[in-house]
């Protein structure tokens, strides 16, 4: 039997593709709720295998797609049907095992790339097929999750020669250990000079995963802050590498070639970005930037210029970490873990808190700028930070630390945190959930002291003072103290003090 694959969000079915042959006027069907594409792949079938050297059966064919109840897109099936047809035609012999095809065809028989190759591989493994036909283009991708035998095609001309080694149980078999991580891909801390606390912020955030916004007048170093924080993540485990590379595969944004994707991924969308193309969709449901994210870092500049409904869309998947998109009446879900990060100027005109000139906006403006992030999603930014232009000297100075470094005390702190939350199903303190930050954010004496203090002088929520204990949590374990302390306390409320309605902008 040859088998194909459908999507249902990031889950998706086996697709069986059986072929009826008899006699009658020639002629081509499919059925088996088959979309537009699938039809159209009727004629691209018979030039291709034609093309291929191949002859059509001068017969009635008939190709069930099952099951009938699955929505079939695309043109992936085109070279499991053309298979399926030689195969019953008899120009094929019996391969013996059932065989997962994936593979679109161009009129001249040559194979064409799909997407979510590692998604079929990884589900057809799953229910025991060992035997695997994927172009060319797509065979690392489909041997870092494939057990068996990989076989890649890139022509119908070269079906018969493929088909023999697959009798013969000859093939690319799939090494399943890892290849090396490669390096870390992402621009080097060092490069940050003179901004002292922004270098420890961006610590903060590696180290417990917490949102961050960083604002302050154009050209003060914002984004080049924020590109250096993926630098500072551990690499990805097996296991959410091969989910990560499952969703870029799926929304055809792995490059060519491309097997596993190791490290952390960082998605900068520009603000005009579409709400369809932030949070997925379209009508193959395909994943969109915040699922590109999952694992890694969603980084929004200026913030404030996001189509609100992006905005308002991003409070669910920060909360839970999968998104939920409807189509047809029919709901499909994909993974959308990330770390988020805002980056945004002080006030409309940019100006307020530099020196050398002054803002123009009113208070009103200012409030309503800030507004349109919206409290919701503030809320659950647990490092607010502050930065102002740094001085040519400062850019002079001394060597500073390297990502590689930060990245080791970051990995330690992981550590720390994957162990204490062992049982939970968080792992990082970022995500403590509000009945368990008593037994996992346990305060000194002095600490306390002047966490109540702190909660006092500044009126924060008790939302706000979560967002404290954890960041405080943080800091903790980066000194790998198992009691908060009145450093790391007094460390937290400084980067919760800015954003909350009750705090004026204009003080910075
Ligand atoms: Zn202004």
Not at 157 to 166: A, G, H, N, Q, T
Not at 236 to 255: F, H, M, N, P, Y
Not at 460 to 472: C, D, G, N, P, T
Request: net charge positive.
């Amino acid at each position: 039997m040859i088998y194909c694959y459908a999507f249902r969000g990031f889950e998706g079915d086996l697709i069986s593709v059986e072929v009826d042959i008899r006699r009658g006027i020639p002629a081509l069907d499919v059925v088996g709720l088959p979309d537009s594409a699938v039809r159209e792949a009727r004629e691209r079938v018979r030039i291709a295998l034609k093309r291929g050297g191949f002859e059509m059966p001068l017969q009635r064919i008939l190709i069930n797609l099952s099951p009938a109840g699955v929505k079939k897109e695309g043109a992936r099936y085109d070279l499991s049907m053309a298979l399926a047809i030689l195969r019953a035609s008899g120009n094929l012999p019996d391969p013996g095992e059932p065989l997962l095809v994936l593979g679109e065809l161009q009129l001249d028989g040559k194979v064409r790339p799909v997407r979510g190759v590692i998604s079929a591989v990884s589900e057809a493994s799953r229910q025991g097929i060992r035997r695997f036909i994927v172009p060319t283009e797509n065979l690392p991708e489909a041997q870092t999750a494939a057990e068996g035998l990989v076989h890649s095609l890139d022509s119908l001309d070269r079906v018969s020669k493929v088909w023999k080694e697959l009798i013969e149980g000859r093939g690319e078999v799939c090494d399943k250990e890892r290849e090396g991580l490669g390096e870390n891909p992402y621009p080097d801390l060092a490069d940050l000079k003179g901004q002292p606390l922004c270098r420890r912020v961006l610590e903060l955030a590696a180290a417990g995963r917490h949102n961050l916004l960083l604002f302050g007048p154009p050209g003060c170093g914002k984004t080049m802050s924020a590109r250096r924080l993926p630098g500072l993540l551990p690499p990805l485990t097996k296991e959410e590498s091969l989910d990560v590379t499952r969703i870029w595969s799926q929304a055809g944004s792995l490059e060519e070639g491309t097997g596993l994707i190791n490290w952390p991924p960082f998605r900068m969308p520009h603000h005009s970005a579409s709400l369809q193309g932030m949070v997925g969709g379209s009508s193959a449901v395909i994943p969109g930037e915040i699922s590109l994210a999952h694992r890694g870092i969603l980084f929004l500049d200026e913030t404030p210029e996001f189509h609100t409904p992006i905005l308002q869309g991003l409070r669910e998947p920060v909360e839970n970490g999968t998104v939920r998109i409807t189509r047809a009446g029919k709901s499909y879900w994909f993974p959308a873990d990330f770390q988020l990060v805002m980056a945004a100027n002080p006030c409309p005109c940019g100006n307020l808190g530099r020196e050398s000139s002054s803002c123009i906006c009113t208070t009103k403006e200012i409030e309503r700028y800030w507004r349109r992030i919206g409290g919701a999603l503030m809320d659950r930014i647990d490092l607010r930070l502050p930065l102002k232009p740094v001085g040519g000297e400062a850019l002079l100075g001394r060597e500073e630390e390297s990502s590689r470094l930060v990245r080791e005390r970051v990995t330690c702190a992981w550590e720390i945190q994957r162990r204490r939350h062992e049982k939970e199903s968080f792992i990082w303190n970022s995500r403590i959930s509000v009945n368990r930050l008593n037994d996992y954010c346990q305060l000194d004496g002095r600490g306390k002291a002047t966490f109540l203090r702190g909660m006092k002088k500044l009126s924060l929520s008790s939302r706000a003072s979560h967002s404290v204990l954890r960041v405080a949590r943080t800091a903790a374990d980066l000194d790998l103290c198992e009691k908060i302390g009145e450093e790391h306390i007094l460390e937290a409320l400084q980067y919760r003090r800015y954003g909350d309605r009750d705090i004026f902008w204009g003080k910075l």
